[in-house]
């Protein structure tokens, strides 16, 4: 293996998606190559910024396959596919089974909006984490890419990046904040060191 075959898990708008797009497109992440984008919301933006990149995507609806258990199948089955040795969550607003997470055992990242272990977990998803940040009244928040187990949000850390707290902040000015200075840089990062590693065993 001489790149890391990636797909990219996704729900919404996807602008963690473009920063992985903008990053290999800039020669950011060698050892990774962008594979594959899924996404389990079928009007998901992040679709379109897939097509416009060209990658290749996928589209399951867990109410249309009949749970969780058959949305893991598929899942695997498109993975499986895709010959893809690493999956990135990037804003991923479905929680994976432990049998799922065991499987690709420190194989899938997830991209946090807060420093955990704060204001992470079950119910800590988007704008909620932000709001809960600016509620405790914190005065320095950020971003955190971890690897996903069975437990939300309780992987080992990867890479974290503070992100100052202003005073006039709401939750939508804080949102985009820690996207622009943390996440947006931490996610092609960690993607990128993931990436090498796997490549690096694979040699061995
Ligand atoms: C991002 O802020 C991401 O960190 C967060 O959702 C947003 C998705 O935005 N993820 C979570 O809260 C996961 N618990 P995007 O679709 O524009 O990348």
Redesign the pocket.
Known sequence: MRRARVAVL????????QALIDAAARGEMPHAELALVVSNVKDAY?LTRAEKAGLPTVTLSKRALGGQEAFEAALTEALEAAAIDLIV?????TILSGAFTARYDHRIL????SLIPSF?GEG???LR?HEAALRKGVKVTG?TVHFVNEIP?GGEIILQKAVNIRENDTPETL?KR??RLA?WKLLPRAVEKISTELVMRNEE
């Open positions: 996704v729900s919404g708008g996807g602008t963690n998606l992040a969550l990037a804003g991923f607003m997830n991209i946090h909006p992470c800590f998803y988007g984490v971003a949000d949102q820690v996207m996440e």
